[in-house]
Structure formats: structure tokens, C-alpha cells
């Protein structure tokens, strides 16, 4: 499963962050905020499952995970247009996904980021 495989190594780099001196997790409310692109994972609801999964019985099994997935965009050369799609609009394991233009309809190409934008933790 794609989103387990990426989860593993955010859990990963979280867990080491937690590693780190002068952390404290004890009684703190902890919040993992993460940005990925829309091409690195399936679903949401897929990528938080595998985290629910991942984080059981380590420090970070109490967090809250607040999910934030970039858009895809498509740009069309017939239209002009240039705008976000919506969430599972492309197969993600197309090298060069393409999709119809939400305003002519021609099949336009569709970018948006395969991997991790940015990971941030906090502590309350
Ligand atoms: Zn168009």
C-alpha cells in the first residue's frame, strides 16, 4: 500500500524528533500537522488509517493528526484554464497524469507533488 510505505517514514522522523533532549511529550497535547502532494497518496482517509496503525503503542499513539493534502492542478492548452482538481480526480500511479479540463473538456495534463511538503509537530 502506497500511503502505509510513506506514513512508515513520517511516523519515523517524527519518533527521532521525540527522541531528541529536551522534548517533553509527557501530558502534552500533540499535534502532527502534514503537507502532501496530491499525486503521493490515494486518499485521506487511506493515509490516516496507516497512521493510526503506525503510531499504536509508540509515543506519538495520542496525537492528532491534522492532514493537509496540495491540490492537483491541471492547465489547459485549450482553454486556458489553470485551477485545482478534486481529491482522486487522477490515478496517482501515472508517470504524466492527465485529466478533462473542467471548462472545454479537452484532456489536459494534471501536476501536483508526489511526495512529503513539510511535517510539523506540536506541543501544547
Ligand atoms: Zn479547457
Same mark, same amino acid.
Given at each position: 500500500?502506497?500511503?502505509?510505505?510513506?506514513?512508515?517514514?513520517? @511516523?519515523? /522522523?517524527?519518533?527521532?524528533?521525540?527522541?531528541?533532549? $529536551?522534548?517533553?511529550?509527557?501530558?502534552?497535547?500533540?499535534?502532527?500537522? #502534514?503537507?502532501?502532494?496530491?499525486?503521493? @497518496?490515494?486518499?485521506?482517509?487511506? !493515509?490516516?488509517?496507516?497512521?493510526?496503525?503506525?503510531?499504536?503503542? !509508540?509515543? #506519538?499513539?495520542?496525537?492528532?493528526l !491534522?492532514?493537509?493534502?496540495?491540490?492537483?492542478?491541471?492547465?489547459? /492548452?485549450?482553454?486556458?484554464? %489553470? $485551477?485545482?482538481?478534486?481529491e482522486?480526480?487522477?490515478?496517482?500511479?501515472?508517470?504524466?497524469?492527465?485529466?478533462?479540463?473542467?471548462?472545454?473538456g /479537452?484532456? %489536459?495534463?494534471?501536476?501536483?507533488?508526489? $511526495? @512529503?511538503?513539510?511535517?510539523e509537530?506540536?506541543?501544547?
Open positions: 500500500m502506497h500511503e502505509y510505505g510513506l506514513m512508515e517514514e513520517v @511516523v519515523k /522522523s517524527l519518533l527521532a524528533k521525540l527522541d531528541e533532549p $529536551g522534548i517533553v511529550t509527557e501530558g502534552a497535547e500533540m499535534e502532527v500537522v #502534514l503537507k502532501v502532494g496530491a499525486l503521493a @497518496v490515494h486518499s485521506a482517509a487511506a !493515509t490516516r488509517q496507516a497512521y493510526e496503525v503506525l503510531v499504536k503503542g !509508540t509515543k #506519538l499513539e495520542k496525537s492528532r !491534522t492532514l493537509i493534502i496540495e491540490p492537483l492542478i491541471l492547465t489547459c /492548452s485549450g482553454c486556458g484554464f %489553470s $485551477g485545482p482538481l478534486p482522486g480526480a487522477v490515478d496517482p500511479h501515472e508517470q504524466l497524469p492527465l485529466a478533462p479540463c473542467p471548462q472545454c /479537452s484532456i %489536459s495534463p494534471v501536476a501536483g507533488s508526489r $511526495g @512529503v511538503e513539510s511535517i509537530l506540536v506541543l501544547d
